[in-house]
């Protein structure tokens, strides 16, 4: 442990705060972490321990998302800017616009968007849970699947449904090519390839397995491999090597690297203990109206 880690480490015991650090921060972050994790499993912690402050390690949603669980709860980012690509691409507008023209249609929101898209969607999903929820959803009413145009293919795929697509997507996982799993298996004849399920169809089409980042840590535990090709952000790679110190990991080639994660610093978190970080807060309405669809994908999960 260096100098300012431990330097966090004493300022987090004398406020109280919790830290929470999403899976692909940097790994000198994560090893500051009370926990680390995907967004909702961060939200979850943060509410179960009841924690007066925290601190979130992660962009702006997830932190927002912390928010909407625990809105008793201060909750500080150490960014100001670290926000997400694929969230800014739902224009709150543009929602209600398509809303005024589908009334029949079902919004279901994936948690990666902001709480304004939230307080106007009628349900969020993970990736660790959305085929679970979006089978119990059924056909009765036709579905509008947001913001990831990717997810949503591939749950349409696995469960053969024909959900309406936001044209959106995480250009962290959607720029990974069929040509660097190749290139990696040819590296690594025996690791089978793991992915995000944010990657595209094809690049899903031809993975081992295609899950959350959560469902990484559950399939390498179940695996008989001694080591994986990883295709997610690189931040995953130290967490599933913390995890599992006997197996190899290689991620895969260009390395997926998400500029806004890589926002959280160990600096900038010693900042925000030291009274320098930035407080999440909502509008009285959006907390109300954006905490509901995750009730409800709380109560269907
Ligand atoms: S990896 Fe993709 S979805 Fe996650 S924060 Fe970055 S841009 Fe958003």
Redesign the pocket.
């Known amino acids: 442990m260096n100098t300012i880690q431990e330097e966090i480490l004493e300022l987090k015991a004398r406020m109280g705060a919790t830290i929470l650090v999403h899976n692909?921060v940097d790994a000198e972050v994560q090893d500051i972490a009370d926990f680390c994790g995907d967004s909702l499993e961060l939200s979850r912690k943060a509410k179960a321990n009841d924690a007066e402050t925290i601190i979130f390690c992660?962009?702006r949603?997830m932190g927002e998302t912390a928010k909407l669980l625990s809105p008793d709860a201060r909750v500080l980012m150490p960014s100001k800017d670290a926000g997400?690509?694929?969230?800014d691409m739902c224009d709150p507008e543009r929602i209600r616009a398509y809303k005024a023209n589908h009334p029949d249609h079902l919004l279901v929101a994936y948690v990666?968007t902001t709480a304004e898209t939230k307080s106007l969607v009628d349900i969020c999903v993970t990736s660790g849970n959305a085929e679970r929820i979006v089978k119990k959803l059924g056909p009765e009413r036709p579905i509008m699947f947001l913001p990831?145009q990717n997810l949503g293919a591939n749950l349409n795929n696995r469960l053969g449904m024909k959900m309406d697509l936001w044209p959106g997507c995480?250009?962290?996982?959607h720029a990974i090519a069929a040509s660097s799993i190749e290139a990696a298996r040819v590296a690594h004849p025996n690791a089978p390839v793991v992915v995000h399920l944010?990657c595209r169809p094809e690049i899903v089409a031809i993975s081992d397995a295609a899950v959350s980042t959560s469902g990484m840590l559950k399939f390498v535990e179940n695996s008989d491999a001694r080591e994986f090709i990883v295709g997610t952000?690189a931040g995953m790679i130290h967490r599933l090597e913390c995890a599992f110190p006997d197996r190899k990991f290689y991620i895969i080639e260009p390395t997926?690297i998400?500029?806004?994660?890589k926002k959280i610093t160990l600096e900038n978190v010693r900042d925000c203990l030291m009274g320098h970080g930035f407080e999440i807060t909502l509008p009285q309405d959006i907390m109300e109206t954006a905490v509901r669809p995750i009730e409800r994908m709380l109560e269907l999960s």
Do not use: S
């Open positions: 692909y992660g962009v949603f997400c690509l694929m969230a990666n990831d995480c250009p962290v996982h944010e952000e997926p998400c500029k806004n994660m």
